[in-house]
């Protein structure tokens, strides 16, 4: 099996367990930053996020030493070499949450109508949560902070999501400001699959609408043009009855 096949072989059946850790991580970044627990618990919480963050970087190896042009690998997944160590700054280990991102995406290429809807939403949510909690993960402590709480920080993330920016509540921090570029881009690009998405399917309408109109039209000259021979055949005979009676 050639390299390219087998890359695609294991990014295939990758792909789900890598979501599935993950959901299993924004949970467990959750606990941590919303409801601290005791030292125990905590270091089992620290325990599972490591071993997730494992489980990426051992994907992302695996991943290159597959590809068949491992520079050229390389240079085109630069975001998934952030996912692995970007994640050492604590707010931006969210990143590995760009694979569910990644998914909602594949998943809204194929889906239209009703399911557009669904998955969208899916990422809007994520994107937002998961801003929401690495901003105020890294902002509330800090004196005179405008995010000192978990809401003001979810009204954060909708504003910058939307580019509407009211400046009511705003990031000190460079780690934060990071946060609110990766948002506004990541707010962006989901508005863009939604626009390709409903334009493709648009056009797909107006292309069926048109083909039925096309197949009407020609059904009818057909008909038009049978009652036009019928006629003349009818017009034939009675100039032959006519000149023979």
Do not use: C
């Amino acid at each position: 099996m050639r390299s390219e096949e087998r890359l695609q072989r294991f990014e295939r059946y990758a792909e789900w367990p890598l979501a599935a850790a993950a959901l299993v991580f924004l949970v467990v970044f959750s606990v941590q930053v919303l409801a601290p627990r005791p030292p125990r618990e905590a270091h089992i919480l620290w325990l599972i996020d490591w071993s997730i963050w494992g489980m990426f970087i051992v994907d992302y190896v695996i991943r290159l030493y597959l590809a068949p042009n491992r520079w050229r690998w390389f240079w085109h997944h630069l975001i998934d070499f952030g996912i692995v160590t970007l994640p050492l700054i604590r707010p931006l280990r969210l990143l590995r949450l760009i694979v569910l991102i990644e998914l909602l995406q594949k998943a809204v290429g194929d889906a239209f109508r009703g399911r557009l809807l669904v998955y969208t939403t899916s990422g809007v949510v994520l994107l937002i949560y998961s801003a929401s909690l690495a901003v105020y993960d890294k902002e509330h402590n800090l004196p005179g902070a405008t995010i000192n709480s978990f809401g003001k920080a979810l009204w954060w993330s909708i504003t910058t999501a939307t580019t509407v920016g009211y400046g009511d509540v705003y990031p000190l921090t460079n780690t934060g400001r990071v946060i609110a570029v990766l948002l506004m881009l990541g707010g962006i690009g989901l508005v863009g699959v939604v626009t390709a998405a409903l334009a493709s399917w648009i056009i797909e309408r107006v292309a069926e609408e048109d083909a039925e109109n096309q197949a009407a039209t020609v059904a009818h000259i057909e008909e038009l043009r049978d009652e036009i021979r019928a006629l003349t055949r009818e017009l034939k005979e009675g100039l032959n009855n006519d000149r023979h009676p």
